[in-house]
């Protein structure tokens, strides 16, 4: 069956250091993933993209790593700050046919101060 | 950037009665946008994809009946939930797809607080 799965429910982290969260799937062959911040009660807000022939990709703070062959995907938020305690999502895009996006179950970051 | 507009944020209902919620496009055309349901605590479940002038595509368990979805323009798509009951209540979020670009940016809505009294 096809799952994706992401580390832990909840992940506690120091500030300033790098918060990593790990996101694998199975029985997927996504074009792109993606992944999104959600702070509680909000709408996900997009944060980064990475094509299936891109090994990295980075914004800032942040670094996403995409391994087809592990079928994972290392999310990476450097200099960690309070401001960047939410839930992230990993989700699945099978543009090309397939319109869909799916997500994974989110990983809840608490940076402590 | 890309704004994807939901209206209303929170609506109570009663038991019986149907609550229709918006989503818009701001500054892009969408001609692909998502219906979410979301629980506590929990990751978004996709309940359907809108294809603007045509139907719905429903997720398997998602009575089509029951939330109806309409994709009349390229900038609207509308989620009504028909003959409400209290475990309808929930959080709704929908999303579009921005065809500019790479054309596989999704944005979201900011969702909608459904209550069902």
């Known amino acids: 069956s096809q799952k994706i799965e992401q580390n832990s429910e909840a992940l506690n982290i120091q500030e300033g250091k790098t918060a990593t969260l790990t996101c694998n799937y199975t029985n997927y062959s996504p074009a792109y993933l993606q992944w999104y911040r959600q702070d509680p009660g909000r709408g996900p807000v997009f944060l980064l993209l990475?094509?299936?022939?891109?090994k990295e990709k980075r914004k800032e703070r942040l670094k996403v790593t995409f391994d087809t062959t592990l079928k994972q995907s290392l999310f990476h938020i450097t200099a960690s700050q309070p401001a960047d305690s939410a839930t992230y999502l990993c989700a699945l895009d099978m543009t090309g046919g397939y319109q869909k996006v799916t997500f994974g179950t989110g990983t809840k970051l608490q940076v402590i101060p | 950037g890309a704004v994807v507009s939901q209206h209303p944020s929170w609506v109570i209902c009663k038991s019986g009665t149907s609550v229709k919620i918006e989503c818009r496009s701001l500054d892009f055309q969408a001609t692909t946008m998502f219906w979410y349901r979301q629980f506590p605590k929990q990751s978004l479940m996709l309940m359907a994809t809108?294809?603007?002038?045509?139907?719905?595509?429903?997720e398997q368990g998602v009575e089509k009946d029951k939330f109806l979805i309409n994709h009349a323009s390229l900038t609207l798509s509308t989620l009504t939930v028909t003959s409400a009951h209290p475990e309808d209540s929930s959080f709704y979020i929908c999303?579009?797809?921005?065809?500019?670009?790479?054309?596989?940016?999704?944005?979201f809505g900011e969702g909608s607080w459904l209550t069902v009294v």
């Open positions: 809108s294809n603007e002038g045509s139907k719905a595509t429903y």
């Open positions: 990475i094509r299936e022939n891109e």
């Open positions: 999303s579009a797809r921005d065809p500019k670009g790479t054309g596989n940016t999704i944005y």
